[in-house]
C-alpha cells in the first residue's frame, strides 16, 4: 500500500527526490512518514507530515536540506532532499500511521526501502 521510490547514487551536496506512492486506502487522517537506516545502525527518523493538515516535522540531522510535501491529485509523499552528505546513506523507508506517538517500529504501513548512497 506504499511504495517508496527514487533512491540511487548521488555525489556529495547533490540532490535526490523520494517519492512514496500510498494506494489501496485513503490516508487523509494519517500521518506518512520517513525513516532511514544505515548499516549496523538502528532505523531513525527523518521527516513526516500530516496528511490532510500538511504539518511537517523533521529530524533535526535534516532541518534546513530536507523538505517533505505530498501531492493529494497523485496520492504520493515527497522527500527532496538536498546538500546530500555521506551520513545519509542509508536506506530509505516511508510508513504511515493514524496514531501519534507511535515507536519507529509500530508504525502501521511500510513501505519496501529505497537505498540512497552518497558518494563523498
Known amino acids: 500500500q506504499l511504495q517508496a521510490s527514487g533512491g540511487g547514487l548521488v555525489q556529495a551536496g547533490g540532490s535526490l527526490r523520494l517519492s512514496c506512492a500510498a494506494s489501496g486506502r485513503t490516508f487523509n487522517t494519517y500521518t506518512v512518514g520517513w525513516f532511514r537506516q544505515a548499516p549496523g545502525k538502528e532505523r531513525e527518523f527523518v521527516a513526516a507530515?500530516?496528511?490532510?493538515?500538511?504539518?511537517?516535522y523533521y529530524a533535526d540531522s535534516v532541518k534546513g536540506r530536507f523538505t517533505i510535501s505530498r501531492d493529494n491529485a497523485k496520492n504520493t509523499v515527497y522527500l527532496q532532499m538536498n546538500s546530500l552528505k555521506s551520513e545519509d546513506t542509508a536506506v530509505y523507508y516511508c510508513?504511515?500511521?493514524?496514531?501519534?506517538?507511535?515507536?519507529?517500529?509500530?508504525?502501521?504501513?511500510w513501505g519496501k526501502g529505497t537505498q540512497v548512497t552518497v558518494s563523498s
Open positions: 507530515i500530516h496528511w490532510s493538515r500538511g504539518s511537517a
Open positions: 510508513a504511515a500511521d493514524a496514531r501519534s506517538g507511535v515507536q519507529i517500529m509500530d508504525w502501521h504501513y
